[in-house]
């Protein structure tokens, strides 16, 4: 009965309806720009006129909640040669090995492939030691709000609690946490320019029914084998697994592929069925120097999306891909 209460109260709500204009979700800051997710990238985010910001969350040994997109650190920063002797049996250095202190000493570079060194991006931001570093949730926000208080604006945050079940096996609780953090700076009602994400249905029923949070939440769908959690996405897509998903987030992000086909062919049915109970669709990740292959220019993209009606998209590149520029580039 809570549940059908909860989920009854925010498909009335006005705030979750469609909007007048998509929204533009900085995909880990301007991380076509800059390197991503650090304060660097949120504020040129800003500044690119994103309405939201999006970071994702894992958290140190000592409980920070450090904004990084993966739960290791060597694809992005300096940690192999700043510790080189911190990595697991695996090969690999985790976030959580480290306490707040170190992790802010690591430099933060464009995303590389560890097998070749390369970067993933070859034309974005120079691979080389630069003035950028980690930053902590807590440091995004302060920065999101001082910009929005100095410029005017309203920018909005995206936090993405990353593997939770697994957090919860090293004995951390980044859900409990980010929901503390986000209290103590205001966000706390459904009407506050928060979003709150994860690709673990668990983790989100917990946040709503056990936390009783009153944020948005948004369900992340993705592709089974990224293993990012045991939900079966392809389920989650149907009619009914959209209505269960209904029950306890205000949205959906499916990946571009689950919307948009190809310029000649027509979209799915997703957006559509998600709007008829009331959800918001907000699909990742658009990137204009990294194209589906479905689509060869951003303008044809960016038209599809506007075409099946979608209520914002995560880029890259937030300054190409505003509504009112999108279609021009």
Known sequence: MLRNSISLLFLLSPLVMAAAAPIVIAHRGASGYLPE????????AHALGADYIEQDLVMSRDGELVVLHDIHLETTTDVAKKFPDRARDDGRFYAIDFDWAELKTLEVNE????TTGERVYPDRFPL??????????????QLIQGLNQSTGRTVGIYPEIKKP????VEGKDPGTALLALLDRYGYREANDPVFVQCFDPAELKRLRFELKTRLRLVQLIGKTEWNESTADYEAMR?????AEVATYAQGIGPHLDF???APNEPPTSLVADAHAIGMEVHPFTVRADSL?????????????????????WFTDHPDLTKPDSALTH
């Open 37 to 44: 997710h650090t304060l660097a990238s949120a504020a040129y």
């Open 111 to 114: 995303r590389i492939n560890v």
């Open 128 to 141: 080389q030691p630069g003035p950028v570093r980690l930053c902590r949730m807590e440091d995004q926000i």
């Open 165 to 168: 079940a697994w957090h919860a």
């Open 238 to 242: 149907t009619p009914e697994g959209l």
């Open 259 to 261: 919307v948009v086909l």
């Open 292 to 312: 589906p292959d479905a689509f060869p220019t951003l303008a044809g993209l960016m038209g599809a999306l506007h075409a099946v009606g979608v209520d914002g």
